[in-house]
């Protein structure tokens, strides 16, 4: 395979720009490819068959435009669908879910209770309790699902009271009491990082998926020796429904001026 080919990545709508963003900002070389599904979106509302369904046709497209790796950037669609994509193509490309990385990061660690926040699909598929309970069975693994979250931010309120009281309603559940880390499972989460962080008053590591998928990325293209190391990388950005708000909320997401195309593959 030829190096020069782009790189796919796909999320349910724009929350995977933060992943985008770290792999062009660690590889700044590689061509991009970005597929949000912004016609359906939220994935993190819909069943696993719907996501697995969605997840397959868009792996396609984003074969058609040759990709040598397909990242799965949204954590609804990595829990739901990262098998049954390999079991489809991967002879076809490599694959890199935005679970594993995190769960890599987590399992080499000390940390004794680790909290997960997501949506309501990924909480449900238990992929980072069950990954975790095989990787690091001594780590207490409890979930939360946030569902308040995704629209909040794309909304724009991640910086004001609104946002504060939705995260601190959140945070202070029993369950996610005595943590040493918090996950952030969506690909949305890292635009409130700080404000999560500053709950915590710096006393628990917030984690999101962004640079941990970028070098898993980036050691899974050397493994194979599909590094591109000639030029500069060119990106396209195609979603499914085009919006002006998409648009205008991509400014929120991405460092630098994304052109969004519409594409109709349904
Ligand atoms: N990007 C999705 C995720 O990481 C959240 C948005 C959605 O529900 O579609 O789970």
């Excluded at 995190?102 to 449900?124: E, W």
Aim: aromatic share 10%; hydrophobic share 40%; glycine share 4%.
């Amino acid at each position: 395979m030829d190096s020069n080919r782009p790189i796919g990545v796909f999320d349910s709508g724009i929350g995977g720009l933060t992943v985008a963003n770290a792999i062009r900002e660690l590889l700044p070389k590689e061509n991009i490819v970005y597929f949000g599904d912004t016609a359906h979106l939220p994935y993190g509302e819909k069943s696993a068959d719907a996501i697995r369904y969605y997840c397959i046709r868009i792996s396609k497209f984003l074969l058609e435009h040759q990709c040598k790796m397909i990242v799965i950037a949204c954590n609804s669609a990595s829990s739901a669908a990262y098998d049954i994509l390999l079991d489809f193509f991967k002879e076809r490309s490599l694959f890199v879910s935005v679970v594993d990385p995190l769960v890599d990061l987590v399992a080499s660690s000390d940390y004794k209770k680790v909290g997960v926040i997501a949506t309501k699909a990924t909480v449900s598929s238990n992929a980072y309790k069950n990954k975790l309970a095989k990787a690091a069975p001594q780590i207490n693994v409890v979930q939360l699902a946030t569902p308040l979250l995704v629209p909040m931010i794309e909304e724009g309120f991640h910086k004001d009271d609104i946002s504060q009281q939705i995260i601190t309603k959140y945070l202070s559940k029993p369950a996610l009491k005595n943590l040493d880390a918090l996950l952030l499972a969506c690909t949305h989460y890292p635009l409130i990082k700080k404000h999560i962080e500053s709950y915590y008053e710096d006393k628990v590591d917030v984690i999101d998926s962004a640079s941990p998928v970028a070098r898993a990325v980036q050691t899974k293209l050397k493994e194979n020796n599909l590094l591109n190391i000639v030029g500069v990388g060119e990106q396209r950005f195609f979603v499914s429904d085009y919006t002006k708000s998409f648009d205008e909320t991509t400014r929120i997401f991405y460092n630098e001026n994304v052109s969004l195309e519409e594409v109709s593959i349904w």
